[in-house]
């Protein structure tokens, strides 16, 4: 992609501009009293730099949290929250400049300050590029769970830049692509081709963004607080969640991505199963998924722990298990249940598949 693109949805405006030009428009415009802008300590080092000098930036606080899944708390917040209070008011506005962990801790400080003062999204890492930064939802963990605490929030602007990918780490930006691999599933054979194509060119990275934003914001545009459609986003999580948890419990963590991979490749096997389907539907997926992302490692004698995980989980329904399945690519269900011993299925396939 050459230049920049404006994406707009019903509810959110994404610049995708690596010269920042927009950005640099929305603070010559703004009127804002203060200027608080929040990063991990990653993202002070080396973002807030050309961030600050881009943007021309002269009075404005900065504050800073550890890296990591930990600082997403409200201990964290309530620690921003202090900070904020002596120079923020309602005409201020919080700039999160980091990855999804500063996106959604951010977002969440952001809505709820004085009842909620404006907020923008500078993401810095591919994955709050193409998921976290966009939609609307922010979030802190509690009680040892995930996103327990929320709200659902737009900013005013999110800003989007590859320039900052320079520096993440490779396997950061592989697990990235997991989710874009499945936002290009759910988006249809034509967004799935074009995905596989240019999967390993990094030079068009910023129109492989654009494709992942534009359908993104589709979905939260016809259901924003996850109703219906936007469930779909859940694809490759039910199993992907489980074994992400499961190796993180044998203190063997994974990356997330890496995880809904192999939970992606498990809920394809289950819906061929589910509907019945024949001739191998989606065996270019699954070579390209197979291919691309690292194993998960587990065996036969440990699929009980692993769906142990999924009947457990606090999301089901009253109970039941409603995995997202694929009818075809482009095709998703969301409200299908599932008994747990298919879902055991999937995983020694999973096992046979990656034993071959
Ligand atoms: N709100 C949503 O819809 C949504 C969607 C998906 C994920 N999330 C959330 O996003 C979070 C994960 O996001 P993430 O993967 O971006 O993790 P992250 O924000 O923790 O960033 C990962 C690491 O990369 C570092 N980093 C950030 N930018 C960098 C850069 N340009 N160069 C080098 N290092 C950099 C960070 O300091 C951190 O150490 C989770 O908390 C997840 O729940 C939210």
């Known amino acids: 992609m050459s230049g920049s693109k404006t994406i707009k949805g019903k509810f959110q405006r994404v610049y995708i501009d690596a010269e920042f030009k927009s950005l640099k428009h929305f603070f010559r415009k703004a009127d804002y009293s203060s200027i608080i802008i929040l990063t991990d300590s990653n993202t002070e080092r080396l973002c807030l730099p050309d961030f600050i000098s881009v943007c021309k930036l002269k009075n404005y606080l900065s504050v800073s949290i550890p890296p990591g899944e930990q600082s997403k708390c409200l201990a964290t917040a309530e620690k921003l929250w202090e900070q904020m209070m002596p120079i923020a008011d309602r005409n201020s506005v919080l700039v999160n400049l980091g990855g999804g962990m500063i996106t959604d801790i951010g977002g969440f400080v952001a809505s709820v300050f004085k009842r909620g003062i404006d907020f923008i999204h500078v993401p810095t890492t591919l994955l709050s590029m193409v998921d976290a930064s966009i939609g609307g939802k922010t979030a802190v963990d509690f009680a040892n769970h995930k996103n327990q605490l929320g709200t659902f929030a737009q900013p005013k602007a999110v800003f989007i830049s590859d320039g900052w990918l320079n520096t993440l780490p490779a396997e950061q930006l592989l697990s990235a692509k997991a989710e874009m691999a499945k936002q290009a599933m759910l988006a249809g054979t034509k967004e799935w081709q074009k995905f596989i194509l240019n999967f390993d060119n990094e030079h068009n990275i910023s129109d492989q963004i654009c494709q992942a934003v534009e359908f993104k914001i589709k979905i939260a545009d016809k ?86 995980f999924i009947a457990n989980d606090k999301k089901n329904n009253h109970g039941k298990i409603k995995p997202v399945l694929i009818k075809r690519i482009g095709k998703p269900e969301w409200d299908a249940e599932v008994k747990i011993e298919m879902i055991a299925d999937s995983l020694k396939k999973y096992i046979d598949a990656y034993a071959k």
């Not at 109703?227 to 969640?241: A, E, P």
């Not at 589910?274 to 699929?303: D, M, R, W």
Request: net charge negative; with cysteine.
């Open 223 to 308: 259901d924003l607080v996850e109703k219906s459609v936007r469930k779909q986003l859940n694809f490759g999580h039910t199993i992907g969640h489980a074994l992400e948890s499961f190796c993180l419990q044998k203190s063997k963590p994974v990356p997330h991505g890496f995880a809904i991979a192999a939970g992606m490749i498990c809920e394809l096997n289950l819906s061929e199963n589910y509907y019945g389907l024949k001739a191998n539907p989606f065996g270019e997926q699954l070579e390209f998924l197979n291919e691309k992302f690292p194993k998960i490692n587990f065996n036969e004698k440990e699929i009980d722990e692993i769906t142990s």
